[in-house]
């Protein structure tokens, strides 16, 4: 009895276990909410022919020809747990699971930019691109094969949605180049084959964006949507069917009438990032203890490149509040294959006897999630 107390006594357990409360809190809240832009993803397939954001939907419609507003949490719940013990595995193979590696794993597990955030956001597609990249983190890396099921993954996540060549399919260029490249050399193969892969993935989202657009009326497409539903009394469930028409015009201009009052949330932000600040120091000392001057360039130089992606998704998009959230889950992805790479000496992990750095962890442990849109 006293050996089990004095484990719950150790601080960072018992952050693990307030998270795992909290996730249900957050969970328990979502499915009360209507999954307005969740479920009419489902709804949307091929039946016009090529269309943008249609892949789940289609895939949805080869099992069921009507689609219940229970299957949005089904999938998604589904596809969180996935992603969850995807991530467990991750972690568990590249740093351990020791007590002295559990204040990294509240930092980004128990982030709420993370898994409680995937939470709050479920249903949405964003985990999908998470998930997807953690398992190039898990698969061997050791032929050209790994760099073409890599732009298979990339193709995937496009046809979900094409934001995705903004949200993860940088990251997913970092994570090849960082585990094959770097490590397997280059040859004039293997660069052939990675200028094959981006120009594929490149051609592929032009079409999307600027192809995959619906040709009937927008009458027309929700009378069919509204055929597909379980219930098609919910018609509110359509509400944003209007997606499917609108422009990167209209977008971009959407956007900029909301920057004044979404820019307020910038602090809120910063202070989030602030709160993470060990979390990013173990970061920054492993890039500095890498082997070669070149892979920390390069590092630098991918990091460099998400973060742009991202920057120019808060210029076209206003779901501020995703975009931040899957950029920290980025660089939690960036930091595993960076530690994959060769050092030239061991790096001390985050204090776990700090006090400063246990109070930003309970902080951090105590934020149930970061939101859509604006903050909270």
Known sequence: MNVNLGRWQNPWRL??????AVLLGVFLVKIRLPPYVPYIHLLVDYHYGFTKRALIGAIVAVFTDKVPVWLVFALAGA??????????KLFRRTFGFDDAQLPLFVFTAGSPFFLKNFMHTLGHFDIYGCALAIGLLLIPAQSIAYVVVAALVAIVLILIHHINLLMYVPTIAAIVVLRFYLVQGITRQNVAVGIAALAAVGILFLVAQFAGTIDVSYDEFLRHLQGRM?????????????????????ELADTWARMPSNILGVPVFALLIWLHTPLWRYFARLIGALGSELHRRIVIAAIIMISAGYLVMFAIVFDYSR???NWAVCMFLVLHAVKMLPSSKDVPVIPSDDRATTIFAWVVTLIPRVGIVRPF
């Open 15 to 20: 952050m693990l276990a307030v998270n795992a």
């Open 79 to 88: 596809t969180w747990l996935i992603t969850l013990g995807l991530f467990a």
């Open 230 to 250: 379980a219930d098609p009394s919910r018609t509110d469930l359509l509400a944003f069917g209007y997606i499917w028409y609108q422009p990167l015009s209209k």
């Open 323 to 325: 975009w931040i959230s």
